[in-house]
């Protein structure tokens, strides 16, 4: 408890301290260096993308700026023509109930680049330095408009999330720590419960993927469908569809957009088989994920309020290789934020999971995340979430510092 | 003891706010006999050439180049897009009961200078077929952020702030205007051949500001007569 207090005390004490240094800066990272634009440009609060940001990456990172040295006052000038980004993930203090308190630092080292490659053809890497090295992402993509209509394409190494412009499924889920449990890859399948910034994509980790997408109906209606193979080279092709219908609502003469969509993720994953004495013996799992979300966001002035829904249900058949060990689950999430001037952030959230089958799954309970941006480079964040997990209570506090150049 | 002194120093700084709001308003009234100023702004020595933008993205609605704007010379040495205001004046005509637009068509700002008046609506329209994200700055601050990806759309807002402002796309990195506001209704672009007029201005003295994207400002001094019209022409040496 002193402890707790401690690291509340000092925090607040960072962001009094930061806040009466900080002022609204252009934002550094390599999107905003390449097309001369502050990062409000595409995002609510990074990552969370915003109806233009949506649009950047549906038309493959293509824009360019017509004036390079725009970006005047930014305190990272040498890099400013640099395509490369930066992101550094670190948590100074981390604990759960019934354990003590640990830090992470740096929790994810990560480059980025994306950008364009002919004026309808762009690319997205992003190679994961430490803790291990892997690429989380290394995507192609194109566009082609057809009048108001626009189609797409991109393949490569990336997730479902990944090719999804209205992402509200992951990126909207992103701003928490604690992610909605059906995308969060420690709590189904048994991923990797050491890396608490990673995701869980409907059932497959490490994809390939290649995927059609588009907008249609005056850029009402949003279309992708495509596969996805995961785990292995050995994995079988999983389908993958998308639709989502965006509106722009005037509310009081502020612009707000309200989308709904829903999503079908379902295929086969190939495991290895833990009952066979044959090496490399492999079993098969149907498995299949049915989503809606919704996402609305509104920005009056310096204030942004986003709201955030998730319904998914999944099955998982014949796991561990044995015919009939069949474990679904339901599973819905709701968050709520409020931004203010791009720099401060409260999000309230709730995350429900229920699996009869498997009781390990099942988990409920709110978080609570306030951030704060005291450079646009630079994110602090508190989060405190009051979990139910397997009927057994448990608490998480947690501060992470990410940093982006 | 300390609560009343409190009270009363906030109570003492609402009635100087108060007190110079007031002192600040522009007053709408009936202008009797009132005149004009009308005027040219020219450029002279070496007349300045456009730029030309190489559009990179939805060539097909919006060509393959398009003019900046930011030099429109007429042969006379005439200049566009210059904006011309009395700086101070109390009371006048009232404001504009129109609405000030600012329209996307084929990846451009029309007008690409507008002007207009803190109490007006502004409308951003989008006439392309893609997604426009009208971004509108003062000194680097968000003023307006309006994503307009339904053909057709049009969104309209009270004007609360004054200032020159700058109107970026943040979906076609080139597109560039500029929207100047001021708290009175006596403000003005120049035409294509660099003329413009103030009208139903009340008899007197004033400074006029004359404010150019590229050739930057100067003020002026006239006399409105009354029921009469002031000559003011402008000149950029360049």
């Known amino acids: 408890m002193k402890k707790t207090l401690i690291s509340l005390l000092t925090l607040a004490v960072t962001v009094l301290v930061m806040g009466l240094t900080a002022t609204q800066s252009w934002a550094v990272p390599s999107f905003a260096r390449q097309f001369g634009k502050p990062c409000s440009a595409c995002h609510t609060m990074w990552p969370r993308l915003n109806n233009t940001g949506r649009e950047f990456k549906l038309t493959a990172y293509t824009d360019v700026a017509q004036d390079y040295p725009r970006l005047e006052g930014d305190n990272l000038d040498l890099l400013r023509y640099s395509p490369l980004s930066l992101s550094v993930i670190s948590f100074p203090y981390t604990k759960s109930s019934g354990n003590t308190a640990s830090t992470d630092i740096p929790a994810e080292v990560a480059l980025f680049y994306a950008g364009r490659i002919t004026p309808n053809v762009g690319a997205f890497v992003e190679p994961v330095l430490a803790p291990d090295f892997n690429f989380e992402f290394a995507k192609v993509a194109a566009y082609r408009r057809l009048g108001s209509n626009t189609v797409g394409l991109a393949a490569g190494k990336m997730d479902t999330g990944g090719v999804d412009p209205y992402n509200t499924i992951r990126f909207t889920a992103y701003q928490t720590i604690n992610l909605p449990s059906a995308l969060d890859e420690e709590h189904v399948r048994g991923g990797d419960p050491d890396n608490p910034g990673d995701f869980f994509e409907f059932g497959a980790t490490d994809n390939t993927g290649i995927i059609a997408n588009g907008k249609f109906l005056n850029n009402h209606l949003y279309l992708a469908a495509g596969g996805f193979r995961g785990h292995s080279s050995v994995d079988p092709w999983d389908f993958y569809g998308r639709a989502a219908w965006e509106q722009p609502l005037i509310i009081k003469s502020n612009v707000s957009f309200l989308t709904v969509g829903g999503v079908v993720y379902d295929g086969t994953e190939r495991y290895a088989d833990p009952t066979s004495a044959v090496p490399d013996a492999t079993y098969d799992s149907d498995v299949s994920r049915f989503g809606a979300d919704f996402d609305f966001q509104m920005e009056a002035g310096p204030h942004i309020i986003e709201a955030f829904g998730l319904y998914m249900q999944g099955k998982d058949k014949d796991l561990d290789a044995t015919a009939g060990n069949d474990v679904k689950f339901k599973s819905y999430y709701g968050a709520a934020s409020y931004i203010y001037d791009r720099m401060y952030t409260v999000t309230v959230a709730y995350d429900h999971m229920k699996s009869d089958e498997d009781p390990s799954l099942n988990k409920k309970g709110p978080s609570i995340n306030v951030g704060y941006n005291p450079w646009l480079n630079t994110k602090l964040a508190l989060e405190y979430a009051d979990f139910s997990i397997d009927n057994d209570h448990e608490r998480h506090l947690d501060f992470l510092v990410h940093l982006y150049f | ?238």
């Not at chain 2, 004046?89 to 200078?113: R, S, W, Y």
């Not at chain 2, 803190?118 to 509108?136: A, E, F, R, S, V």
């Not at chain 2, 004054?162 to 100047?180: I, N, P, R, T």
């Not at chain 2, 994207?213 to 007569?225: K, S």
Request: glycine share 8%; with cysteine.
């Open chain 2, 1 to 238: 003891m300390l609560r009343n002194l409190t009270t009363s120093i906030l109570l003492v700084l609402a009635l100087m706010l108060a007190l110079a709001a007031n002192g600040w308003a522009y007053e709408a009234t009936q202008v009797a006999n009132g005149g004009s100023i009308k005027g040219k702004v020219v450029v002279t020595g070496n007349i300045p050439q456009d730029e030309t933008i190489k559009v990179t993205k939805d060539n097909f609605a919006c060509g393959d180049t398009l003019p900046r704007e930011k030099y429109v010379i007429a042969p006379d040495g005439g200049v566009r897009y210059a904006v011309v205001f009395i700086e101070e004046i109390k009371a006048g005509k009232p404001l504009p009961a129109t609405p000030v637009e600012i329209d996307n068509v084929k990846c451009a700002f029309v007008p690409h200078v507008q002007v207009g008046v803190k109490g007006q609506d502004l409308i951003i329209k989008n006439t392309d077929p893609m997604l426009h994200n009208t971004h509108i700055y003062l000194d680097k601050r968000t003023v307006y952020n309006f994503a307009l990806p339904i053909t057709g759309m049009q969104i309209k807002k009270p004007i609360r702030k004054s200032g020159v402002m700058s109107v970026e796309c943040d979906a076609h990195a080139w597109m560039k205007g500029y929207l100047y506001l001021i708290e009175n209704p006596y403000i003005t672009v120049t035409d294509a051949n660099g003329n413009f007029s103030l009208a139903d201005v009340p008899p007197g003295d004033y400074e006029i500001k004359i404010w150019h994207e590229a050739l930057g400002e100067q003020e002026q001094h006239v006399t409105v007569p009354a029921g009469g019209a002031a000559e003011l022409n402008v000149e950029f040496n360049h």
